[in-house]
């Protein structure tokens, strides 16, 4: 059961750090020279995203 | 006879390895395994940076003092300046040091055996609590108590000012949990990946080596270079989740020194 409830939580998660590299790599594309602060921005998003997904993985651990 | 069959056990085995042992002390505030390695880290980035300030000269000579300051600038140019940007300079110190003490012992976790302070959330969480602290100090520090309290919502949004606030005031707590979790979550979640693969090849192997014919240990192989990549994965996530740490510490700062929101 825990492992199913950790399976629901990372849909979200993976959805989320799909959209946030999808635009960074168009960003990317488009505007080659803000490349640094475009990186930067992507893995704020993508930690932000992932925390949610590590919380599940913890509760799953404590359940 | 199935090689799988010892798994569950040994998973279990896992586990009680990974959570915190009792090395001395009372019951309630004992030393652990983790406590010994975070000692050994901290030893190692004393010796890590007395060393490179020994050899400190205007024309950096080797690998090992190039790359310290390699790193040094890129926390400085990249994490602090980048985020911060005007008056960063009084937080290098702190943020270099929350780099190179994460890094270090995300580093010694891949050690086989190596049991590092990152991989307890005791750990973790004391150093998102010394971030917590840090950066809310600054904060009353620039825009007065009131004035920081004042701030955590916006202005002009009207009636919706104290639900706004209350949001906010709640996210500035979950960013003590989230800061902590997230670098917990993500060392443990990699030490019991690599455990479980290294038990898998261990298994089938085991399985051979008693007597089950030759062909059933062929998965072992695999599983052995699943290892390898696993480790060129924990490699990356070592160093990510320490810049990431560091890069959250900043923009909480930021956020905190901002003039208004």
Known sequence: ?63 | MNPLDGLQEGIAELLEELGSLKLSGPDSFFISQYTVWMVIAAIVLVIVAFAAKKREALVPKGRFLNGVEYVVQWVRDDICRGVIGKGSEKHLPFLLTVFFFIVINNLLGLVPGAKPGTGTISVTFAVSLIVFIYFNFYGFKHQGIGGYIKNLAPKGIGPLYPLVWCIELISLFLRLITLAVRLFANMYAGHIVMGVFAMLANLFLQAALQGAGFAIALPSIGWELLIIAMYALELLVAVIQAYVFTLLSAVYISLATADSH
């Open chain 1, 1 to 63: 059961m825990a492992v199913i409830g950790y399976g629901l939580a990372v849909i979200g998660a993976a959805i989320s750090i799909g959209i946030s590299c999808f635009g960074a790599t168009t960003s990317m594309a488009r505007q080659p020279e803000i490349q640094g602060r475009v990186f930067t921005t992507f893995i704020l998003g993508a930690a932000f995203a992932e925390a949610l997904a590590l919380i599940g993985f913890v509760l799953a651990l404590i359940a």
